[in-house]
């Protein structure tokens, strides 16, 4: 089967985003295609990308579109028509990921069938039920049932398990909003089935993750979730009428 990664970018991380694609490239296992996708223009930035990323990206080996701003959901919109029989692995623009990261990932969907990620998360409605709070509840158990997975850790997806509507009902950003969707809970939201997964030679829990993926910016100037607000980007989203 076709395994592809996909991710989309930014202006301030264009130094980031070559790091990334490089160390997916040096992993043990080779994705058959690496998809940057950026938006034509940035509402928040007010101008498109450069044509100096473009070209280094291309040079790389990476197909890059160039598409509508959708803030991190760029990172599927773009590809799940022409992908649909794929594999895809979600990553951000902005870390390191370790040679091992593809593999084991493609080794636990041979496990357990279904979308895996090496961070799972509870929705943030169910969280505040509980705690009364919006707060980051994380499994723990290898193979265990998430609600959502995280895209920094990175994810895979089958695309077949994948339901999404015919049309998506997500218009692209004209404006900035300091909070839009956001990939974890919108991919997560349309599968049925996704399992947090947990290999020795790449990271624990408890870990720092070190071993999965290493962040090239400790403080980035930039987050496409919302000023890296994650949870804020979940709860403000989770009653769209995409998910009716």
């Not at 950026?38 to 040079?59: C, D, H, M, Q, V």
């Not at 969907?109 to 990620?117: H, L, N, T």
Request: with cysteine.
């Amino acid at each position: 089967m076709r395994v592809v990664v996909t991710l989309t970018s930014i202006p301030s991380r264009d130094h980031s985003v070559v790091k990334t694609v490089e160390s997916i490239q040096e992993g043990t296992v080779k994705p058959d295609c690496i998809y940057v996708n950026l938006a034509k223009y940035y509402p928040k930035f007010k101008r498109g990308p450069s044509n100096e990323i473009i070209e280094k990206l291309t040079s790389l080996g990476v197909k890059v579109n160039l598409v509508d701003d959708y803030g991190t959901l760029t990172d599927i919109i773009p590809i799940y028509r022409q992908e649909r029989d794929s594999i895809v692995v979600i990553v951000t623009d902005n870390g390191m990921y370790s040679k091992y990261f593809l593999e084991y990932l493609l080794k636990g969907y041979k496990e357990f069938d279904c979308a895996v990620g090496y961070s799972g998360i509870a929705y943030p409605e169910r969280v505040a039920a509980v705690f009364g709070r919006l707060a980051y509840v994380i499994n723990r158990n290898h193979g265990e049932n998430a609600d959502m997975l995280e895209t920094t850790m990175g994810f895979l997806i089958p695309m077949q398990q994948l339901k999404i509507p015919n049309e998506l009902k997500i218009e692209p950003m004209t404006k900035f909003e300091s909070v839009y969707f956001s990939n974890d809970y919108v991919w997560s939201r349309f599968l049925d089935n996704k399992v947090f997964i947990k290999y020795d030679k790449i990271g624990r829990f408890g870990d720092d993750f070190s071993k999965i993926v290493t962040p090239v910016e400790k403080k980035p100037e930039h987050s496409l979730s919302g000023e890296g607000n994650n949870l804020k980007n979940f709860y403000n989203t989770r009653n769209h009428a995409i998910f009716t």
